[in-house]
């Protein structure tokens, strides 16, 4: 499985972006997909993750209200609408899915990342 990031840019606060994922590999659908992100000196953190079907969804305290997750498993792309952006989003965004049938919160368990997506959010 191949996963490529895109969409990210810069923003002002307030505005939205919608980053998408696209990936190769007929398993897929059979995986939770996430995006995590990383800013500059600080770790990778988790951000969204979606299940398998899609009827699942988990965020971080910090995008709650503000970010949503979905998926097309037929077209094999997960995207993150981001609105109400703020400059503590600003990061390099990636997607990441497979290794794990759960959502997890822990970056260790995927398998497949995308190359990242750089968010830069102005004040």
């Known amino acids: 499985v191949q996963l490529q990031a895109s969409g990210g840019g810069l923003v002002q606060a307030g505005g939205s972006l919608r980053l998408s994922c696209a990936a190769s590999g007929r398993i897929f659908s059979s995986y939770p997909m996430t995006w995590f992100r990383q800013a500059p000196g600080k770790e990778r953190v988790f951000v969204a993750g979606i299940s398998w079907a899609g009827s699942s969804t988990a965020y971080a305290d910090s995008v709650k209200g503000r970010f949503t997750i979905s998926r097309d498993n037929v077209k094999n792309m997960v995207y993150l609408q981001m609105n109400s952006l703020k400059p503590e989003d600003t990061a390099v965004y990636y997607c990441?899915?497979?290794?794990?049938?759960?959502?997890?919160?822990?970056?260790?368990?995927?398998?497949?990342w995308g190359q990242g997506t750089q968010v830069t959010v102005s004040s």
């Open positions: 990441a899915g497979g290794g794990t049938l759960s959502i997890s919160e822990e970056s260790n368990w995927y398998a497949y």
